[in-house]
C-alpha cells in the first residue's frame, strides 16, 4: 500500500469531507485500547507500514543511507528485500500469509544509458523477480513497461495496474500462475482503470474511469470485478466520484467518495454505500482497509489538508486512533493503512519529527501476550 496520499489520487477525484463524529471514548468502553511497536527503518530515518499479514508480519518502505526508499519486511526485524535489477528505489505494499510479498520496484537491466522503469514485483523465499507489465511502447532507450501491483491473497492472485496501449492509459491487472491478465475490457479498452485490493474469493476492488479517450470529463467509479464482471458501486449522495482501496472476505468494500476537494470514507456492503463520517473538526476522510469483523481503518483530515490523523471506525462510529493508544505522546499517527482480523492495525505516524511506521496491537489480544515485538531496525 502507499502513503495515503499517493494512493487516494485518482482522475477527476481528490479526497475529502465527513460529519463530525467524537466523544467516543467515554461512551464506548469497549473501545480497544492499543499498545503501539515502532517498525524501525533501514538507515535514512524515515518509514512507512503499508500491510500487515494474520501473523503480524509488515510491508512497506524506507529510507536508505542514499536517500532513496527501498521495500521493508519486518517479520521480527526491519529487512530491507532490495529492488529490481539496476532498480534505486521501490516499495512494498501487501503480503500474504505464506510470506509472499508484493509492491513494485525500479528496473533497469541494459546499464545507466537506459531509463529506469517502475514495474510490479513478486517476492519470495528471499528471491524479488518482476511480474511484467500489460504492454510497453518500448523504444531502443526504454525496454519495459510500467506496472505497480498493490495486493496479494493466501492463492497468490496479485492485483494492481499496468501500462495499457489505448490513449496512454492504465489497466487493472490480475496476475496468476505467471500471467498478467487484463482486468478492464483489454488493450483496446478506453478505460483507465486500478486494482487495489483482491480477497480470497478473487473479488478485486479498485477504481475506474470508463472512458480515458473521451473529450469530456468522466467520473472516477469505485468498482468490483469477479470472474470477468465489473460492478460500479456509485457515490454518496452529492458527490461525482469515488475509489475502493479494500475488500474483506465478505465482500465488503472501503474507500472514498466525493466532490471537487472534498470527500468522504465509505462501506459498501454488497448493497448500500454508507458514509462513515470524519473526525472532529475535520473536513475530509478516506477509508483504506476493513477486515472481517468490520472494523475499518484509514485518514481524517482539515479542509486546508495541513494534517492527518489515523482513525479506525467500528459499531457505527469513527474514532481518533491517537486516543486509543497508551504511553506514546510523542506520536501524531496520520494514517492507518491496514488492518488484520486480530485487529492489529499498521500505518505511518510523526515520531520527533521523522515519518515512521507503526504497528498497533489490541491491549487485550492474545499474541501481544504470545510473542515480543519486532526488533526495530536502524538508527532511531
Same mark, same amino acid.
Given at each position: 500500500?502507499?502513503?495515503? +496520499?499517493?494512493?487516494?489520487?485518482?482522475?477527476?477525484?481528490?479526497?475529502?469531507?465527513?460529519?463530525?463524529?467524537?466523544?467516543?471514548?467515554?461512551?464506548? =468502553?469497549?473501545? =480497544? *485500547?492499543?499498545?503501539?511497536?515502532?517498525?524501525?527503518?533501514?538507515?535514512?530515518?524515515?518509514?512507512?507500514?503499508?500491510?500487515?499479514?494474520?501473523?503480524?508480519?509488515? *510491508?512497506?518502505?524506507?529510507?536508505?543511507?542514499?536517500?532513496?526508499?527501498?521495500?521493508?519486511?519486518?517479520?521480527?526485524?526491519?529487512?530491507?528485500?532490495?529492488?529490481?535489477?539496476?532498480?534505486?528505489?521501490?516499495?512494498?505494499?501487501?503480503?500474504?500469509?505464506?510470506?509472499?510479498?508484493?509492491?513494485?520496484?525500479? #528496473?533497469?537491466?541494459?546499464?545507466?544509458?537506459?531509463?529506469? #522503469?517502475?514495474?510490479?514485483?513478486?517476492?519470495? /523465499?528471499?528471491?524479488?523477480?518482476?511480474?511484467?507489465?500489460?504492454?510497453?511502447?518500448?523504444?531502443?532507450?526504454?525496454?519495459?513497461?510500467?506496472?505497480?501491483?498493490?495486493?496479494?491473497?493466501?492463492? %497468490?492472485?496479485?492485483?494492481?495496474? /499496468?501500462?495499457?496501449? +489505448?490513449?496512454?492509459?492504465?489497466?487493472?491487472?490480475?496476475?496468476?500462475?505467471?500471467?498478467?491478465?487484463?482486468?478492464?475490457?483489454?488493450?483496446?479498452?478506453?478505460?483507465?482503470?486500478? !486494482?487495489? &485490493?483482491?480477497?480470497?474469493?478473487?473479488?478485486?476492488?479498485? @477504481?475506474?474511469?470508463?472512458? @480515458?479517450?473521451?473529450?469530456?470529463?468522466?467520473?472516477?467509479? !469505485?468498482?468490483?470485478?469477479?470472474?470477468?464482471?465489473?460492478?460500479?458501486?456509485?457515490?454518496? /449522495?452529492?458527490?461525482?466520484?469515488?475509489?475502493?482501496?479494500?475488500?474483506?472476505?465478505?465482500?465488503?468494500?472501503?474507500?472514498?467518495?466525493?466532490?471537487?476537494?472534498? /470527500?468522504?470514507?465509505?462501506?459498501?456492503?454488497?448493497?448500500?454505500?454508507?458514509?462513515?463520517?470524519?473526525?472532529?473538526?475535520?473536513?475530509?476522510?478516506?477509508?483504506?482497509?476493513?477486515?472481517?469483523?468490520?472494523?475499518?481503518?484509514?485518514?481524517?483530515?482539515?479542509?486546508?489538508?495541513?494534517?492527518?490523523?489515523?482513525?479506525?471506525?467500528?459499531?457505527? +462510529?469513527?474514532?481518533?486512533?491517537?486516543?486509543?493508544?497508551?504511553?506514546? =505522546?510523542?506520536?501524531?499517527? @496520520?494514517?492507518?493503512?491496514? #488492518?488484520?482480523? !486480530?485487529?492489529?492495525?499498521?500505518?505511518?505516524?510523526?515520531?520527533? %519529527?521523522?515519518?515512521?511506521?507503526?504497528?498497533?496491537?489490541?491491549?487485550?489480544?492474545?499474541?501481544?501476550?504470545?510473542?515480543?515485538?519486532? &526488533?526495530?531496525?536502524? =538508527? +532511531?
Amino acid at each position: 500500500m502507499k502513503s495515503l +496520499r499517493s494512493r487516494i489520487q485518482a482522475i477527476g477525484g481528490v479526497v475529502g469531507g465527513f460529519a463530525v463524529l467524537g466523544g467516543a471514548m467515554a461512551a464506548r =468502553p469497549s473501545l =480497544p *485500547v492499543y499498545t503501539l511497536t515502532d517498525l524501525g527503518e533501514l538507515g535514512g530515518g524515515s518509514s512507512e507500514a503499508h500491510a500487515i499479514n494474520e501473523l503480524g508480519h509488515v *510491508v512497506g518502505r524506507s529510507a536508505v543511507t542514499t536517500g532513496e526508499f527501498h521495500p521493508f519486511l519486518n517479520d521480527g526485524a526491519t529487512s530491507d528485500l532490495g529492488t529490481l535489477e539496476g532498480g534505486t528505489s521501490g516499495q512494498a505494499t501487501a503480503l500474504n500469509d505464506q510470506g509472499d510479498v508484493v509492491g513494485y520496484s525500479g #528496473i533497469n537491466g541494459y546499464g545507466p544509458q537506459f531509463g529506469e #522503469i517502475t514495474q510490479a514485483f513478486l517476492w519470495q /523465499s528471499g528471491s524479488l523477480r518482476s511480474l511484467g507489465a500489460l504492454w510497453c511502447e518500448c523504444t531502443f532507450n526504454r525496454r519495459y513497461g510500467y506496472s505497480e501491483a498493490h495486493a496479494i491473497n493466501s492463492l %497468490g492472485q496479485v492485483v494492481g495496474f /499496468s501500462e495499457a496501449r +489505448r490513449c496512454a492509459s492504465e489497466h487493472a491487472f490480475l496476475w496468476q500462475d505467471g500471467t498478467m491478465e487484463d482486468i478492464s475490457g483489454g488493450p483496446g479498452d478506453p478505460s483507465f482503470s486500478r !486494482a487495489y &485490493a483482491i480477497n480470497d474469493s478473487g473479488q478485486v476492488a479498485g @477504481l475506474i474511469v470508463r472512458d @480515458l479517450c473521451s473529450r469530456q470529463s468522466l467520473p472516477t467509479r !469505485a468498482f468490483v470485478w469477479e470472474s470477468g464482471v465489473l460492478q460500479e458501486l456509485g457515490v454518496l /449522495s452529492g458527490h461525482t466520484y469515488s475509489a475502493a482501496y479494500g475488500i474483506n472476505e465478505a465482500g465488503d468494500v472501503v474507500g472514498h467518495s466525493g466532490e471537487g476537494s472534498v /470527500s468522504r470514507a465509505f462501506l459498501w456492503d454488497q448493497n448500500t454505500l454508507t458514509d462513515l463520517g470524519v473526525l472532529a473538526g475535520h473536513a475530509s476522510s478516506s477509508a483504506l482497509d476493513v477486515n472481517d469483523s468490520g472494523q475499518v481503518v484509514g485518514a481524517s483530515w482539515g479542509a486546508d489538508e495541513s494534517s492527518s490523523r489515523a482513525f479506525l471506525w467500528q459499531a457505527g +462510529r469513527m474514532h481518533d486512533l491517537n486516543q486509543l493508544v497508551v504511553g506514546h =505522546p510523542d506520536w501524531l499517527l @496520520l494514517e492507518a493503512t491496514d #488492518i488484520n482480523d !486480530a485487529g492489529e492495525i499498521v500505518g505511518s505516524g510523526l515520531h520527533h %519529527g521523522l515519518l515512521r511506521a507503526y504497528r498497533l496491537t489490541p491491549r487485550a489480544s492474545a499474541r501481544s501476550a504470545a510473542r515480543p515485538p519486532p &526488533a526495530k531496525a536502524g =538508527p +532511531r
